[in-house]
Structure formats: structure tokens, C-alpha cells
């Protein structure tokens, strides 16, 4: 996407301040799904990518399920909220890159003062500056949730949670649990999971881009 050593050249020769939050909010958002599965009755679907909660959303709607969606804003709004009301940043604008442009879009609709929410693409194209490869490795893989105490079920790419939600469409329309188990589970044992989902506190991650933020639309 851009290495340290030419994101530093980009910043200076546009005369633009590389700025940090300081708070963890990684560590913060994490804390908020643990004490949110507490108390969760039933599946409750992560909410740090917009796109994939348009999904949950749509099968919710046209296919009648129940699953929560969290109503945790992601990890980048809570820096962006941080960034827009600090004092020491109060004379300039706030840039926020996002790796996609549907986390943008969501960041602007607040319209924080002072702050813009741009993809990395779009950033670069502004300044006439060329995007280096997104990296094979993503930055923010599948895993953030690995740790807590209740059961997690991993999706990443719109295929994989389509699947899923077709499983789960199928099982609330009174398939046999027997059939639910003799389906591809996984190494997760996806199957046995969905079957017990409508009783049991059950935390979906999701992210919509396959194996990672860094396939989003905003970097390539």
C-alpha cells in the first residue's frame, strides 16, 4: 500500500503532519464486544465492516433472521471521533484514510468538525501520488476476536458469509438439524455452531474482503 520511508516523503512535500490517537481503542472495542456478549441472548454479528453489515442486514431483512448487528462503531470512527475533538489538533483538518470506501462514506455521514474520511486510493489520487501493492498480508486479519469467552465463527469474503447466512436461512425454515451437521463445516465446525445458534451466544466476525481489510476497494 505505502512503506514508512515513502509515506514520509508524500507527508512532507504536501506539508501534511502524520497524527496518532492516544488511546487504545482496538483494546477499547474489544472490551465493548466482551461486555456486549455477556449478555448476549442469541448470534450477534461484528459490526467493524460496513459492508458486510449491509448483508446481515439484507437476510435479516428478506429472509427473516435474527441476527444482532453490534452497535459498536469500528475501531477507525472511534480514532476519527478522538482525532476531531482533541485540542491540539483543533487548528488544521483531519484526514482519515480508510481502506475502503464504504467506511468513508459511513465517516463523512457523521460529519465530524474538521475531520474527512478519504480511501487510500482516492488520498493518493488527490495528492498525484502512485499507490505502492497492497500487501499479501493484511494489516487487520481475521482473528481480532480470538480470546474471548464465547464462541466466535470467523468469516471473511462475501462468499463465506453468504454461505453461512444461507445455512442459517435454511435451519430457520426447519431444515433437520441432522442436516445442518452433515454439511462442510470446517475447522471451526461451522455446522454445529448454526445448529446451536438461536440458543447460545454466538459472535460472527465478519469481514467482507477475503482474509483482510487490505482487499478492500480503497487500496487497490
Given at each position: 500500500?505505502?512503506?514508512?520511508?515513502?509515506?514520509?516523503?508524500?507527508?512532507?512535500?504536501?506539508q501534511l503532519t502524520q497524527v496518532r490517537c492516544q488511546e487504545d481503542w482496538?483494546?477499547?472495542?474489544?472490551?465493548?464486544?466482551?461486555?456486549?456478549?455477556?449478555?448476549?441472548?442469541?448470534?450477534?454479528?461484528?459490526?467493524?465492516?460496513?459492508?458486510?453489515?449491509?448483508?446481515?442486514?439484507?437476510?435479516?431483512?428478506?429472509?427473516?433472521?435474527?441476527?444482532?448487528?453490534?452497535?459498536?462503531?469500528?475501531?477507525?470512527?472511534?480514532?476519527?471521533?478522538?482525532?476531531?475533538?482533541?485540542?491540539?489538533?483543533?487548528?488544521?483538518?483531519?484526514?482519515?484514510?480508510?481502506?475502503?470506501?464504504?467506511?468513508?462514506?459511513?465517516?463523512?455521514?457523521?460529519?465530524?468538525?474538521?475531520?474527512?474520511?478519504?480511501?487510500?486510493?482516492?488520498?493518493?489520487?488527490?495528492?498525484?501520488?502512485?499507490?505502492?501493492?497492497?500487501p499479501e498480508a493484511s494489516p487487520i486479519p481475521p482473528g481480532f476476536f480470538?480470546?474471548?469467552?464465547?464462541?466466535?465463527?470467523?468469516?471473511?469474503?462475501?462468499?463465506?458469509?453468504?454461505?453461512?447466512?444461507?445455512?442459517?436461512?435454511?435451519?430457520?425454515?426447519?431444515?433437520?438439524?441432522?442436516?445442518?451437521?452433515?454439511?462442510?463445516?470446517?475447522?471451526?465446525?461451522?455446522?454445529?455452531?448454526?445448529?446451536?445458534?438461536?440458543?447460545?451466544?454466538?459472535?460472527?466476525?465478519?469481514?467482507?474482503?477475503?482474509?483482510?481489510?487490505?482487499?478492500g476497494d480503497g487500496v487497490r
Open positions: 500500500m505505502v512503506s514508512e520511508q515513502n509515506l514520509k516523503r508524500i507527508l512532507t512535500e504536501h482496538s483494546g477499547i472495542v474489544l472490551k465493548q464486544y466482551a461486555e456486549l456478549m455477556e449478555h448476549a441472548d442469541g448470534t450477534v454479528a461484528d459490526a467493524r465492516c460496513p459492508e458486510a453489515v449491509n448483508l446481515i442486514e439484507r437476510y435479516n431483512e428478506e429472509r427473516n433472521l435474527f441476527i444482532q448487528v453490534a452497535d459498536i462503531e469500528p475501531i477507525l470512527i472511534h480514532c476519527a471521533r478522538e482525532l476531531s475533538a482533541r485540542a491540539d489538533l483543533a487548528d488544521g483538518e483531519k484526514i482519515i484514510t480508510t481502506p475502503c470506501r464504504i467506511l468513508a462514506e459511513q465517516g463523512n455521514a457523521l460529519e465530524l468538525p474538521h475531520t474527512r474520511f478519504v480511501s487510500w486510493k482516492d488520498f493518493f489520487s488527490e495528492l498525484g501520488e502512485s499507490l505502492e501493492p497492497a480470538t480470546g474471548l469467552s464465547v464462541p466466535v465463527v470467523s468469516l471473511s469474503g462475501r462468499e463465506d458469509i453468504e454461505d453461512y447466512l444461507e445455512e442459517r436461512s435454511r435451519t430457520s425454515e426447519g431444515e433437520s438439524e441432522d442436516r445442518m451437521m452433515s454439511g462442510t463445516a470446517g475447522s471451526q465446525n461451522i455446522g454445529a455452531v448454526i445448529a446451536d445458534a438461536g440458543r447460545k451466544p454466538l459472535l460472527l466476525e465478519l469481514l467482507y474482503c477475503p482474509k483482510g481489510c487490505h482487499m
